[in-house]
């Protein structure tokens, strides 16, 4: 970056008001040399706040002792002119270093400027403040720099050697007559002056009106007609706020399923105000799930503001995808990012990690190492060599999300995944220290990367809960099962459990969904299928269960339903493998059982018979401190950019429709009838796959029949829309 030097006016509150936005409006937090005469300095420390700003770390006061000459500043490197009173917008300094270093051919280079009219865009409001009309301008920029006949003596960026050649100019640069002799003289000498449309500066002083000299007039005059700022009327529509506003963006790469990772995605982003998040989503269906990408400007969004569709999707996650790693650099040029956060990469390209950004990648689950997400064949998985890997594709049960993937693509994309992460110095997060305990038993060169635990944090509202009364020994437990009850969630094991506690408990299925149907008319078994989110506390509180029950049968990482419990109060039964040993403490905060209906029963009869140990258990939930998302997003700022654009700003030309896509245009989403038809299709695949109220060749058949009618829509669906060419 250049030595900045800021030229005091005879103003001394316009010289501070162009100090302030040095400071504030700066990303590099370079230090900016004040040019000042003793008096002048005099009236500057007489204004308020004044000696605070000029007696700060960022300011160094040069007493002019004499003219400001090249000659004087010829050893300095490339220098930045700013005159005293010009007005600075956010992330000025890096925008205009973007627009140097992509124009090397300039001796100099001026920022447009409302108060300079060769330099000024035609606005078609004019008036509005700069922070508005300087988004209005970059969201049309054209991200080019071109040739002008005089250079800006308010803003000037002079290269070192273009300043050495000029050393024999006596002129004193303080002056703007000085500054103006040194851009004609630049151009006696060979040089030329640049204009970038990246930035917008303000010059609220008086008029920029200086004599041409002769040999300039003609060119002057020829440049006021070709002018292109002349032939273009900047719009009313701005970049975005929030992708201007000095916080720092990031790109949040998911899959579009929903589940416990978006809701993870909302926790953070709600935590986080003082950053922006863009949420980028891989869209298919069921084994093509990166047909297209969709970018929101926020996670509550429903429409996305870009679409990409690929000619040949991803199955699972590319190694390398020519599409798709466009679509990540034009995302990152475009919309300002500063680091990458990586939720999933189902559906993603490993390109997305080679940005050369800040990138963590979150291990939400244990993909793309395990294509069953969870690392459970049969029970926990404490090593997947090439032969197990190819018996868990064929006969895997929970192994359904990737059919098409062969075990030899799989072991080529985990060496893909290892070397992409350790040379791109990706950060690795894990939720729990359980999963890189497993890590450690299925690829220790994973370890060396040094991953780090962040646990998840929890929005929760404890006030809303009260402490739920005590167990009336004797009669019997409330148990609540909270969320589906699906096959790796538990079903086998809680119908096994089922008919060995009906005597000592009764059982609350809460938000189960469909799975719950099949227990709806049985004694015993409270069934309410669906929740709102937001009313889950005081749910749990009017339901007073009396322990909360856990059956997952695949590690969890970490686990939301055991927050909610605790966060409830409600001491969970949990068993003790993935997350759980480590966040639950046998018999202080809940109780730990081995995976088996046998050892659920014994701990259940054991609380029945002794109800003093819930009591002990609650109060020891009672006593713990709850982890905050505000916590685990000061823990993930850590490893951030607390800046924006401290990785450098690239110019290119950029058009926003920050309304949404709409369907039907290029690139935007197919034709909306074909889509949701699309969408139906991989739904109904999925819910076939899952339903447990189907046996399983039911659904076999159920599954055989929907393939059958879907390949007969869609081959008709082509047939009435092909173009026919007469």
Avoid at 21 to 40: E, G, M, N, Y
Avoid at 614 to 626: E, F, Y
Wanted: glycine fraction near 8%; proline fraction near 6%; charge should be neutral.
């Amino acid at each position: 970056m250049a030595t900045v030097y800021l030229l005091a006016a005879d103003k001394p509150a316009a010289t501070l008001a162009t100090l302030e936005d040095c400071l504030a409006h700066s990303v590099q937090q370079q230090v900016v040399t004040l040019v000042v005469s003793a008096d002048q300095l005099s009236a500057l420390r007489a204004l308020p706040a004044a000696s605070a700003m000029l007696d700060s770390p960022g300011v160094r006061i040069l007493d002019a002792g004499g003219p400001l000459t090249c000659a004087r500043l010829a050893e300095q490197g490339d220098l930045l002119l700013l005159a005293g009173g010009v007005r600075l917008p956010h992330t000025w300094d890096v925008r205009l270093a973007g627009a140097v270093a992509a124009s090397p051919g300039f001796a100099t280079l001026s920022a447009c400027c409302r108060g300079f009219a060769l330099h000024q865009p035609d606005f078609k409001q004019p008036e509005d403040e700069l922070a508005l009309l300087d988004r209005i301008l970059l969201n049309e920029s054209t991200g080019m720099a071109w040739t002008v006949p005089v250079a800006s003596p308010v803003c000037l960026y002079l290269r070192a050697e273009w300043c050495a050649r000029a050393r024999g100019l006596q002129a004193d640069l303080r002056q703007l007559q000085g500054r103006v002799a040194l851009g004609q003289t630049l151009q006696l000498l060979g040089g030329s002056h640049g204009l970038s449309d990246v930035l917008l500066l303000d010059w609220p002083g008086d008029a920029l009106d200086f004599a041409t000299p002769p040999q300039l007039e003609a060119r002057v005059r020829a440049f006021e007609h070709a002018n292109p700022l002349r032939y273009r009327v900047l719009g009313e529509l701005p970049l975005p706020d929030a992708l201007l506003d000095g916080r720092p963006v990031q790109l949040h790469v998911m899959h579009s399923w929903g589940g416990g990772l978006e809701r993870w995605v909302h926790d953070y982003c709600d935590a986080t105000p003082d950053r922006q998040n863009l949420i980028l989503k891989s869209i298919g269906s069921v084994g093509l799930y990166g047909q297209r990408l969709a970018l929101f400007l926020d996670i509550t969004h429903g429409e996305p503001v870009r679409v990409w569709d690929f000619a040949d999707g991803i199955c699972a996650t590319a190694q390398h995808h020519h599409e798709y790693a466009a679509a990540i650099r034009e995302i990152i040029q475009t919309y300002l990012v500063d680091s990458v956060i990586v939720s999933s990469l189902i559906g993603h390209s490993l390109d997305v990690l080679r940005t050369g950004l800040p990138t963590l990648h979150v291990w939400h689950e244990f993909y793309p190492y395990c294509p069953a997400l969870y690392i459970h064949f049969g029970g926990t998985c404490r090593s997947c060599t090439p032969d197990r890997l190819a018996a868990c594709t064929a006969s895997n049960p929970i192994n359904n999300l990737f059919r098409s993937v062969l075990p030899a693509e799989w072991l080529s994309l985990r060496s893909a995944y290892l070397d992409t992460v350790r040379t791109q110095q990706v950060r690795l997060i894990a939720p729990s220290q359980s999963v890189i305990d497993h890590y450690g038993e299925l690829e220790p060169a994973l370890l060396a990367l040094a991953p780090q635990v962040i646990p998840h944090g929890m929005a929760w509202s404890p006030a809303a809960v009260p402490v739920p009364a005590a167990h009336v020994a004797g009669g019997k437990l409330k148990l609540v099962v909270l969320g589906a009850l699906t096959e790796h969630k538990g079903l086998k094991l809680f119908e096994a459990l089922l008919p060995q506690i009906t005597a000592h408990a009764e059982v609350i299925l809460l938000g189960c969904g469909e799975s719950g149907a099949q227990f709806a008319n049985k004694r015993g078994i409270t069934v309410i299928p669906r929740y709102k989110r937001q009313a889950l506390p005081a749910l749990l509180a009017e339901l007073a269960p009396d322990a909360g029950l856990l059956m997952s049968i695949w590690p969890e990482t970490f686990s939301y339903t055991l927050s909610e419990l605790m966060c409830a109060g409600i001491p969970p039964i949990a068993p003790a493998h993935g997350a759980y040993p480590e966040r639950v403490i046998d018999g202080s905060n809940g109780f730990l059982c081995e995976p088996t209906a046998a050892s659920y029963a014994g701990v259940i009869r054991r609380l029945h018979a002794d109800p003093a140990l819930l009591a002990v258990a609650r109060s020891g939930l009672g006593a713990q401190a709850h982890r905050s998302c505000a916590e685990m997003a000061s823990d993930y700022a850590a490893l951030l950019p607390r800046r924006a654009l401290q990785g450098g700003f690239m110019p290119v030309a950029r058009s926003f429709a920050t309304k949404g896509v709409a369907l039907g245009l290029a690139n935007a989403f197919p034709d909306s009838m074909r889509q949701a038809m699309f969408n139906a299709h991989g739904f109904l695949r999925i819910k076939l796959a899952t339903t447990p109220r189907l046996k399983r060749w039911q659904r076999r058949l159920a599954g055989w029949g929907l393939e059958l009618t879907m390949s007969m829509i869609y081959r008709l669906w082509r047939l009435i829309s092909r173009e026919r060419w007469q």
